[in-house]
């Protein structure tokens, strides 16, 4: 493996893929403005599901001494995603959501991955870099076109726990750096990454579905 350090190795070789999922075009029409709350619900809903499976891996991997450094009990998503569907859709949320088929796919693949504590950084790494870098950019974008304010709608990009959050990625990628993985163990977390960049696009790519039906409307 390169003399890089592994947090540039693993960015590096999945920027192709970001760019992929950067480029989706349900993102694109949620960032237009084009579309209602209730499709961008849609969203936080399908996220509702995988932040389940991905704490719940968390915190199953409390005691496991190399997945134990990306255990963050303030980065846990469920209270703030249910704030947000209360609001987008009313104390009947739950009964408005179900997982569509490519989540119930990225949760199996989390859940099916996360006994391996590599496999469980790569779905974390994707998942919660992701929404405290573009999605610090998303969430100011979305409370300027729906007008919404901390305590629900967009609480799930709200990370105040953290504190700085430069910081906070900076101490993250340190630690990817300190994995004491093998060589060949650092390859299957990038090909994992990569795997998991492409469940989440398809995520994406199936709420396509209600950008075309609500546009065609
Ligand atoms: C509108 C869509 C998106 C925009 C504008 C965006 C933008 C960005 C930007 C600017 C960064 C670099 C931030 C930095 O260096 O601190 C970043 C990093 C990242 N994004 Fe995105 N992103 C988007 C969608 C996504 C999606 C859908 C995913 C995953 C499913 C994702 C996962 C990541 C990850 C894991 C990183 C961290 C890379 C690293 O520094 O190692 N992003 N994003």
């Not at 947090?7 to 760019?19: K, Y």
Request: hydrophobic share 40%; glycine share 8%; no cysteine.
């Amino acid at each position: 493996m390169s003399d890089s350090p592994f947090s540039e190795v693993l960015r590096n070789a999945t920027w192709s893929d970001h760019e992929s999922a950067e480029d989706d075009s349900y993102l694109k029409a949620l960032m237009a403005g084009q579309l209602s709350p209730e499709a961008y619900g849609e969203m936080v809903a399908q996220h509702y599901f995988a932040y389940l499976a991905l704490d719940g891996a968390s915190k199953a991997l409390a005691g496991d001494p190399i997945a134990a450094p990306f255990v963050f009990p303030e980065l846990y998503r469920e209270e703030a995603l249910v704030r947000d569907l209360e609001t987008i859709y009313g104390a009947g949320w739950r009964s408005r959501i179900e997982p569509s088929l490519p989540t119930l796919t990225l949760v199996a693949r989390i859940n099916q991955v996360s006994s391996r504590p590599g496999g469980y950084v790569a779905h974390h790494y994707t998942r919660y870099m992701g929404d405290l870098s573009g999605g610090q950019f998303i969430r100011m974008e979305l409370q300027k076109i729906y007008g919404y304010t901390p305590g629900g709608g967009v609480d799930f990009y709200l990370f105040d726990e953290v504190g700085s959050l430069p910081r906070f990625k900076n101490q993250y990628r340190a630690r990817l750096d300190a994995l004491p993985l093998s060589d060949a163990d650092k390859q299957r977390l990038i090909r994992e990454t990569k795997l998991a960049y492409q469940l989440n696009t398809e995520v994406l790519g199936e709420l396509g579905r209600v950008v075309r039906a609500e546009l065609a409307a």
